[in-house]
């Protein structure tokens, strides 16, 4: 008998372990939406300009929404977005203007190495800016025109490659996808976003 009620009073223990009041979940919930600014930007330098000129991301989406792109040298699925991103810009489904890609490993590739793939006569050639921030690079609310706290990486909910975002003309994230592989569906609702 006292086995049994061992037993029941350690299901009934058990059962109780991991609840959580109601106020901790909401508290949670606030430090989460509060994480980082709404409206960002940076200014950084493009590839293949040898770091001589700089693109301001506010100025750049400021005329209407871009489709961030975030890439390393040696990620395939990079290398698919962009071919298949690229296809959508020649065939004029998707504006020039409205593309960018974005370094995401700055620590371990050289600017090279991404030239080697993305430029000119490169394996997948982009005809759109690839800006090369550093983990330094500082970040600005552009709520409060005052730098961030938060670091690049960290203001753009730490993307991995690929990562496709797309920001408004107002500096403000409004779209995310992680599929690694270009889809034809993410494809038609990247250019309903856009257009």
């Not at 009041?21 to 409206?39: G, H, K, T, V």
């Not at 609310?141 to 960290?154: M, R, W």
């Not at 797309?166 to 409004?174: A, E, V």
Request: one cysteine or more; aromatic letters at 8%; hydrophobic letters at 35%.
């Amino acid at each position: 008998m006292k086995k049994t009620l061992f037993i029941v009073f350690l299901l009934i223990l058990t059962s109780l372990g991991g609840c959580i009041e109601e106020d901790q979940l909401i508290d949670e919930e606030e430090i989460i939406q509060s994480s980082a600014p709404e409206r960002i930007s940076f200014t950084s330098p493009i590839m293949g300009d040898g770091n001589s000129s700089n693109l301001d991301l506010e100025d750049y989406v400021s005329d209407n929404s871009v489709l961030l792109i975030w890439v390393a040298a040696n990620c395939r699925g990079c290398h698919d977005w962009t071919d298949v991103i690229a296809e959508e810009v020649s065939a004029g489904n998707i504006s020039n203007t409205s593309v960018l890609s974005i370094h995401r490993y700055a620590s371990f590739e050289s600017p090279s190495s991404l030239q080697s793939v993305y430029g000119d006569n490169a394996s997948n050639p982009v005809s759109w800016p690839l800006v090369m921030p550093s983990e330094n690079t500082p970040v600005l609310d552009l709520d409060t025109g005052l730098e961030s706290e938060y670091s690049i990486y960290d203001a753009f909910g730490n993307p991995s490659t690929p990562t496709l975002q797309i920001m408004d003309s107002t500096g403000k994230l409004t779209w995310t996808s992680k599929t690694y592989w270009a889809t034809e569906e993410i494809v038609e609702e990247i250019k309903s976003l856009l257009n």
